[in-house]
């Protein structure tokens, strides 16, 4: 299993950015998908993003998608979601998880998780 770091988040204005970063430690960074997750109070843990070992295939939540971009620098064991145009409702904790081999989009079958960052928008 990897383990994962999470930096970034914050309160941020509607309209506005936030990029989060994902370090990972331990067994090799590309043999896992990476993805992000978040979860706001009194909710169930959603997908917001995947992208799968090699960087060149990415997966977005509608409710995500032409605003947030996931990316990773194998290279550096880092991985990255850029959230522009923030919405009052992307307020949540944000939560990036690495599963071995192949992406999923249900949470339940991601075997490493970050320690989750708060993001909050504010009108």
């Known amino acids: 299993q990897v383990h994962l770091v999470q930096s970034g988040g914050g309160l941020v204005p509607a309209g506005g950015t936030l990029r989060l970063s994902c370090a990972a430690s331990?067994?090799?960074?590309?043999?896992?998908?990476l993805a992000w997750f978040r979860q706001a109070p009194g909710k169930e843990r959603e997908f917001v993003a995947a992208v799968d070992w090699s960087g060149d295939n990415t997966y977005y939540a509608h409710s995500v998608l032409d605003r947030f971009t996931i990316s990773r620098d194998n290279a550096e064991n880092t991985g990255y979601l850029q959230m522009n145009n923030l919405k009052l409702e992307d307020t949540a904790v944000y939560y990036c998880?690495?599963?071995?081999?192949?992406?999923?989009?249900?949470?339940?079958?991601?075997?490493?998780w970050g320690q989750g960052t708060q993001v909050t928008v504010s009108s």
């Open positions: 998880a690495a599963r071995f081999a192949i992406h999923s989009t249900h949470h339940w079958e991601y075997e490493s």
């Open positions: 331990g067994d090799t960074f590309n043999n896992y998908a």
